[in-house]
């Protein structure tokens, strides 16, 4: 079992850096590939960015390459998600998932475990 709890959302201008973070509990986050989604309002949960148990894989939808990284501090349990020049249409909910996997994952039934989600709005 595994718990996730996301943090870092806020309101920011287009054009500034955020950094969202998710702590898991448990002692194997290590064996976990960890993802991002996000959800505006009125649509489905989207793929954001996914890393594999390690940090030696990554992937990224199209929308955020360039602009967003993620990346894993396996010492401390945390996935991390920076997020540079965001723009309006990153508004969303920003939710990371777990699941025990070496690869990475971008779809969400893939995933077994969800965090609360942490809200990131984005004013133009």
């Known amino acids: 079992q595994v718990q996730l709890v996301e943090s870092g959302g806020g309101l920011v201008q287009a054009g500034d850096s955020l950094r969202l973070s998710c702590a898991a509990s448990g002692r194997t986050f290590s064996s976990y590939a960890m993802g991002w989604f996000r959800q505006a309002p009125g649509k489905g949960r989207e793929f954001v960015a996914a890393?594999?148990?390690?940090?030696?894989?990554?992937d990224y939808t199209d929308s955020v390459k360039g602009r967003f990284t993620i990346s894993r501090d396996n010492a401390k349990n945390t996935v991390f998600l920076q997020m540079n020049t965001v723009q309006p249409e990153d508004t969303a909910v920003y939710y990371c998932?777990?699941?025990?996997?070496?690869?990475?994952?971008?779809?969400?039934?893939?995933?077994?475990?969800w965090g609360q989600g942490t809200q990131v709005t984005v004013s133009s």
């Open positions: 890393i594999n148990w390690s940090g030696g894989l990554t």
């Open positions: 998932a777990a699941r025990r996997s070496t690869l990475v994952h971008r779809t969400a039934y893939e995933y077994d475990y």
